[in-house]
């Protein structure tokens, strides 16, 4: 099933984080990384990857270095202090949303919603 852009717009900054939380990767490493991990459904392209790590880099939530490992040069990121915590946020906020929306969806009606 395909996921409609508009969706994955506001979760695709959450994901990068959260993957950088887990270890220090280079940009195609976190494109199959996604992928493998949603079987198949999110599936991030260049043009979409590294403008939003671009943009991490900027607002300091990650930092970029390079490594050169067997003859082969990489651009590697990894999250900063202040993502972990943009990162815990994001968390929080998607649990409400969630909550939210399968408590309006039928299940989980009688869940309370978390407050952010």
């Keep these: 099933m395909k996921i409609n852009k508009e969706l994955m717009k506001g979760s695709t900054v959450m994901l990068i984080l959260k993957l950088l939380e887990q270890k220090e990767m280079y940009g195609y ?64 906020e998607w649990g409400v949303f969630r909550t939210a929306v399968d408590r309006v969806m039928g299940r989980g009606k009688d869940e309370q919603i978390p407050t952010p």
């Design 29 to 92: 490493e976190m494109t199959k990384e996604i992928e493998s991990h949603s079987n198949g459904i999110f599936s991030f392209k260049e043009g979409t990857l590294y403008p939003i790590l671009h943009a991490l880099e900027a607002e300091a939530m990650v930092e970029s270095y390079w490594s050169e490992q067997e003859a082969r040069k990489r651009k590697y990121y990894r999250i900063t202090g202040h993502g972990r915590l943009h990162l815990q946020d994001k968390q929080k």
